[in-house]
């Protein structure tokens, strides 16, 4: 399929102006299937597009043995590469058992125990879950999908993902409220890669991009638009702040400006500068940020804040620093039957094929396997169409 048209190009640059606009939902969301690598119990997978195939990175993963019971290890973190249709949209795809989905492949190493986005020292990584053995854990998961800056196009890929250095308990309480962050950057040539089932290259940028205590921009979401990263991070209070950099110049700190009181600024507010809080760019919850390109204008879909359940909300504004419209909740998911029944509210605006107006969803459904100990994860992914 071929990977780019002028428009992209057109709308990378950001050459159209922009709008907040009032979506609303056209007729019944299908439901097309799963996103699935059938080997793997997984949670919170997002995507990106590369080129001319979808890369997901996901969270907690363990293998499903002979009976469809997942094993005990735990790696922190997978991937997966997915197909699209020549019209950039997902390919479902039937599968053995007589339902349909999404096939998700590629290597996570041998037994699939490869951590993804690895483990640093003194997170406890003389095994693939960060445990320390006393209940606590350093969990290095990924809250949203790798952020392309370069490549989008042809040659060679350059993406990035800012990770909380989260060390949690048991019940997920933490003695930790707004860890340091981890800049993962990840490089991929699809035109020299010689195995289609191998990632892109991990490294780590830096174990502290952002310190403890300050606010994790890029954590919660990003857009590339006119060559510029604009980087949402949301600390443990809940704010949404904005920071923005050159996307060819994502490692260089001293390029970064941020949003604070209605303009942009070269210092960094305290996690707690109520200038620097946006109102109302999510919901509260874990999401994705986008442009529309249909809309011309920038959309927040995710969760509400505490929510677990499969309840889709948006919200549009014509700049990333807003004004952002009142989210509001406009798709309703099957929820899982565990406990944690949902969450991961993720969209896929890289799948929607040029002049479509839709977008694609995705969430982790948490269901109790019936005279199990355990729960098991899917991925469902859903397509709503706008009127
Ligand atoms: C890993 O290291 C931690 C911290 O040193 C230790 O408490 C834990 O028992 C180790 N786990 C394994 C599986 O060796
Ligand atoms: C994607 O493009 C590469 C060349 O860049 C090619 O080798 C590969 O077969 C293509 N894959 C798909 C799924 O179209
Ligand atoms: C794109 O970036 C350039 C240079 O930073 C700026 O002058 C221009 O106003 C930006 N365009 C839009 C649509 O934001
Ligand atoms: C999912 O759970 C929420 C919260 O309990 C509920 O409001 C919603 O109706 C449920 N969705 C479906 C499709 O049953
Ligand atoms: C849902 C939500 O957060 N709504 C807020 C949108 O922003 C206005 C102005 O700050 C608030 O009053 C709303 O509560």
New binding site residues.
Partial sequence: MAPCSKLTILALLGISSAQAIDPIVKGEPQVLGIATDPRLNRDSCGSTRMQNRTFWTCRDTQNFDDDGNPTWQITSSTASWTKLNEDGSPLIEPFLDGSKGLLMSGDNGLDNRNVYFSLQPGQ?N??TAG????GWRYAIWPDSPPMVTSGWCFGPVTAYTWILNQHINKDFSTDIDDPSVTLYRMDYDPGKATDENAFPLVSVVSGAFWERDAIPYGVYGNIIRNRTAYLFGQPSNNNVALAKVPADSVEDKSKYEYWVGGAWTNNAPSKDDERAKIPNASAGGQGTYYYSNIWKSYVWIGQAAMSVSAEFYITTAPNPWGPWAEPKMFYSGENGSADLSAYTLQAHPHTVPRGKNQIYLSYTKVDHKVGTDFDVYSTPLILVEWE
Avoid: A, F, I, S
């Fill in positions: 406890c003389n095994n445990q320390c053995g006393d």
